[in-house]
Every structure is written in structure tokens, then in C-alpha cells.
């Protein structure tokens, strides 16, 4: 499934505010999007968010058997997977131009910088040789994926710890964390990523571009640095030529956002240390108590209950009575009415049906008086089951309005049986 393109107004309206170096989030030319990093229950688990981009990296570790070339060398290998659940536009089980390019910058960023040492990691020379995996899933997209991935897979190194291995003989033995202590790995330094979006033709400069920045960019400079300020590797996308002058300005932006972020990487994991060491809670657990799993978070502004009912007796004494007579209502119009506790409820009629109904209601009691007296009732009460004989005398004409009577004068007549008895 592709995403959905940018019309032409969005793509005018985002260069405009561009060039009024304005961003749609507020923020400035140079800053960055809110940095936080969690770590999982287990050893090597980080997450990072950058604002709404969202990354998980899980670093594990097995035993193989070295390259024929480098026998005294472990092996580094990173896999990122882009998943439908981050983006629409991703595909599951086909790897894009994009998934091919961030996994190549992560390799120069963390393989090919010498950032580990990777003899540390050698069992036997030629025989046995720890392999370092970083899984980098990507959870939600909102652009800027490659510095969120170098910042979540360098910490995850950094709080990774392999198992403990003992070599007697021949014989390799792998100890469990209850056995013995994990080993953590040995960083030499720690390479990060920092994005700089060009846009017409490298007139304008933005840091940390979001997703709809991305789309309408002419161009793209991913550097990555440490905190000594070395330059670990950097690349160029999008077919725009840049200055020496605006390389080393973006070179200067990167080595201040690097020391920034290296601070806070060592934070995280001093506060995740500590709270492993005291008992504390950490990784899941830790997010249960702030309520950010089953519900949201909300501030609760605190409310003076300490004159409520003065005020509430002070409301009621300055209120109006109700009325006790409830207005009588009135028909707006023929054919409507009013319906309500209180109220009439009547319907509006015309006065010609009115007068029809009148006409009809007089008839009915003219048939009435003349089946009255053609009417002849004959009775037996010294019988127990009463039996009744009416004897009408009336014409074809009167015999529809007549039928109609004969049920009401048989009703009455059983109603004298019982008032009898």
C-alpha cells in the first residue's frame, strides 16, 4: 500500500513556513524533537522515541565459528525491519530502497567505525566466536529514522550483557546469569547520526526533519559523529550540490547535538543501573505505576470545597419561586397540540371537521330514540338462566344503526340479573 501524496496547497503552505523559518511543530531551525529512552526488563532492550517516531532495538548474542580471514574477530550483524504497523507505505516481506539504505548506514555508523571491540569477543581463536545481532523494528514512523536508529541501537550495545564463558580443555562452557555475572561489551565510543534536510536547492537548512519535511526536501546530509568529534561516516542524498562551507556548518551543529544526546544515552543508563542494583522497578514494570499503558495521564486542578454549601444556600434564596398555575396552552396552528406534565392535551382542529363530527353525533341519537321505541323486551326471572327475547320492528334501512344498540340493551339486562340476587 503507498502513502498518501502531499497536494499541491500542503507543499506550497510547508516551503513557505520553511522560508519564514517556521516549522509546524514550533520548533526552531536547529532543534530536535523531544529524545526519550526506555529500556526493557531484559538486557538489551531500548526504546526510543523522537517525538512521535518510535523505535525498538533488541541486541542477542550466539556462538559460531569465525571468518576463515579474521579467526580472532566476533561478528557484528544489524537487521532493520520496517513493518506495516509504523507506516502504510511499508510493504511486509519486501525489502524497499529505504530498508536497504538505512541498513548500509548502519553498518558505516556502528560496524564499519570501530565502535566495539570485536576480538574482545573471540572464544577460541578459529573455533568459537561470539556474533553481536541488533534487530532494529521500527513501531510508528514520523520521519527522521536513521538518528532514532543509531541512538536506540548504540544503546542497547551499551546496556546489552553476554553471557560469561568458561574453557577447560576443549570443552566450552556458556554460564547462565545465575551462575555468574554477565559480561557487558567493550565500547571504545559512540557514533550518532544527526540529519540535515536541504531545502531549495540548499538555500535553507532544517535539523531533524519530520515526516512531511521529508516529502518535499530537495536533498538530504546524514553525518555521524561522536562526542571527540570525530567524523565515523557521512553521506549525501537527493542529487544537490553542497558547499564546503555548508558541510562544516552542519559538521559544527552535529558535534553540539552528539554531546547532547551521549549525555543523555549515559543518563538513562545510569538510572536503569541503579534501579537493577537497589530493586527498584525497571522496563515494564516501571511504566505501571504512571499510567501509561492502561490509561491516559491526566492534571487534576485542584477545587476549594470548603464553601460549597453557603455558596449553594445563597443560589437557592436568590432563585425565583415557580409559578403554581401552569398556563394553559396555546395552538399555534390546526392540527397541532401540546403534550406535557401540566398542560392540556388537546389537538388543534378545523371547523369543518368540527362540524362533521357535530352532524354525526346527532344522527347516532336520532337512530338511538326511534330503536327505543320499536323495541319490545321480554323476560323470564323465575328461571335460573335468564333468557332474553328483543323484538324490533325496523325497516332494511334500520337494521345497520339497530345492531349496534342490541349489544348495549343485553349488557343492561345482565346487570339487573346480579343487582337481583
Not at 550483557?161 to 557487558?184: A, H, K, L, M, N
Request: with cysteine; aromatic share 4%; charged share 30%.
Amino acid at each position: 500500500m503507498r502513502d498518501t501524496p502531499l497536494s499541491n496547497c500542503e507543499r506550497d503552505f510547508l516551503l513557505k513556513a520553511i522560508e519564514e523559518k517556521k516549522r509546524l511543530d514550533g520548533r526552531q531551525t536547529y532543534d530536535y524533537r523531544s529524545i526519550k529512552i526506555s529500556f526493557g526488563t531484559d538486557y538489551g532492550c531500548c526504546f526510543v522515541d523522537l517525538g512521535k517516531t518510535r523505535i525498538m532495538a533488541q541486541v542477542s548474542c550466539e556462538l559460531i565459528t569465525p571468518k576463515e580471514n579474521r579467526p580472532n574477530e566476533g561478528i557484528m550483524f544489524f537487521n532493520i525491519e520496517l513493518s506495516p504497523m509504523a507506516s502504510p507505505a511499508f510493504e511486509m516481506g519486501r525489502q524497499s530502497e529505504l530498508l536497504v539504505k538505512l541498513n548500509r548506514q548502519l553498518e558505516r555508523c556502528l560496524r564499519n567505525s570501530k565502535c566495539i571491540d570485536t576480538e574482545s569477543l573471540c572464544v577460541v581463536s578459529g573455533e568459537k566466536v561470539w556474533q553481536i545481532r541488533v534487530d532494529v523494528h521500527l513501531l510508528n514512523h514520523d520521519g527522521n529514522l536513521m538518528d532514532a536508529a543509531s541512538i536506540a541501537a548504540i544503546a542497547a550495545l551499551c546496556h546489552f550483557r553476554r553471557p560469561d564463558v568458561g574453557i577447560q580443555g576443549e570443552e566450552v562452557t556458556v554460564y547462565s546469569t545465575e551462575e555468574r555475572d554477565p559480561i557487558p561489551l567493550s565500547i571504545y565510543h559512540m557514533p550518532i547520526c544527526v540529519s540535515f534536510s536541504f531545502f531549495q536547492q540548499g538555500t535553507y537548512l532544517l535539523v531533524d526533519p519530520c515526516e512531511r519535511e521529508e516529502r518535499v526536501m530537495d536533498g538530504l546530509l546524514m553525518i555521524a559523529m561522536n562526542k571527540h568529534r570525530e567524523i565515523c561516516s557521512i553521506q549525501s542524498s537527493g542529487g544537490i550540490m553542497l558547499l564546503k562551507d555548508q558541510v562544516l556548518r552542519c559538521s559544527k551543529i552535529a558535534s553540539v547535538k552528539v554531546s547532547e544526546i551521549t549525555e543523555l544515552i549515559n543518563k538513562a543508563l545510569e538510572n536503569d543501573k541503579k534501579a537493577r542494583k537497589t530493586g527498584g522497578k525497571f522496563g515494564f514494570a516501571e511504566s505501571l505505576p504512571q499510567e501509561r499503558i492502561t490509561a491516559l495521564k491526566t492534571d487534576v486542578s485542584p477545587v476549594e470545597m470548603s464553601d460549597v454549601k453557603e455558596k449553594a444556600n445563597e443560589i437557592v434564596q436568590r432563585a425565583e419561586v415557580p409559578p403554581q398555575t401552569v398556563p394553559s396552552p396555546v395552538l399555534t396552528a390546526p392540527g397541532t397540540g401540546q403534550v406535557g406534565e401540566g398542560l392540556e392535551n388537546s389537538w388543534g382542529l378545523e371547523e369543518e371537521e368540527e362540524e362533521e363530527e357535530e352532524e354525526t353525533m346527532e344522527l347516532e341519537e336520532g337512530h338511538k330514540e326511534k330503536g327505543r321505541g320499536d323495541m319490545v323486551v321480554i323476560s323470564d326471572s323465575d328461571s335460573e338462566e335468564e333468557d332474553v327475547v328483543i323484538l324490533n320492528q325496523v325497516t332494511t334501512k334500520e337494521k345497520a344503526s339497530s345492531s349496534n344498540q342490541q349489544g348495549a340493551v343485553a349488557s343492561k339486562q345482565k346487570q339487573k340479573k346480579k343487582r337481583r340476587k
